[in-house]
């Protein structure tokens, strides 16, 4: 039996298309590639530049979040042990503060109101899986996950916009 003679593929009716297919500009594979550098790369500032900061550099982690397209106001406190992922989905209001150890998961947007304080280890996941999916596939709820003006969760509390 030749090398000729073996088939992978079963055969098919005509000439691959596969061949002809080149991604657009835009397409999901560069988008997906370009989300995925973009996390890396603020994963690695969050690690260093984001949680070596000064206790009161609070302005050096605003112009970070920023930096990657987070909304943060002014006169907003972010934790230098606080985890931000994705921070260009995330908006922060007036006189708000992200507490210490607090992880705030924005695979959608998450919008905190003005005077809203997310106290120490909290978590705020915008993020579940399937557990019906034998891949246990990642769903992002499109919804916004909005804690409102003044309020404060419970330290160690999960808020979350997926029911259990």
């Known amino acids: 039996m030749s090398h000729a003679d073996t088939q992978v593929f079963p055969e098919s009716d005509g000439p691959s ?3 002809r297919f080149r991604p657009s ?9 370009r989300w995925i550098l973009l996390a890396k790369l603020w994963h690695l500032v969050n690690l260093t530049l984001y949680r070596c900061s000064p206790g009161r550099a609070r302005g050096w982690r605003r112009f970070l979040v920023r930096g990657f397209g987070g909304k943060v106001s002014r006169t907003c406190t972010l ?11 995330f908006v922060i209001g007036e006189w708000s503060s992200i507490g210490d150890l607090s992880w705030v998961y924005a695979l959608h947007k998450i919008t905190i109101g003005d005077n ?16 019906s999916s034998p891949s246990f596939a990642l769903v992002r709820n499109p919804s916004r996950l ?3 003006a003044g309020s404060r969760p419970a330290p160690r509390c999960p808020v979350t916009d997926h029911p259990r």
């Open 25 to 33: 500009r835009y397409s999901r594979e560069r988008a997906a590639l």
């Open 17 to 19: 298309q596969l061949s």
């Open 116 to 131: 809203a304080c997310v106290g120490h280890s909290v978590r705020l996941l915008c993020g579940s899986h399937d557990i």
């Open 79 to 89: 934790s230098r042990t606080a985890i931000i992922d994705c921070p260009w989905n």
């Open 146 to 148: 909005v804690p409102p």
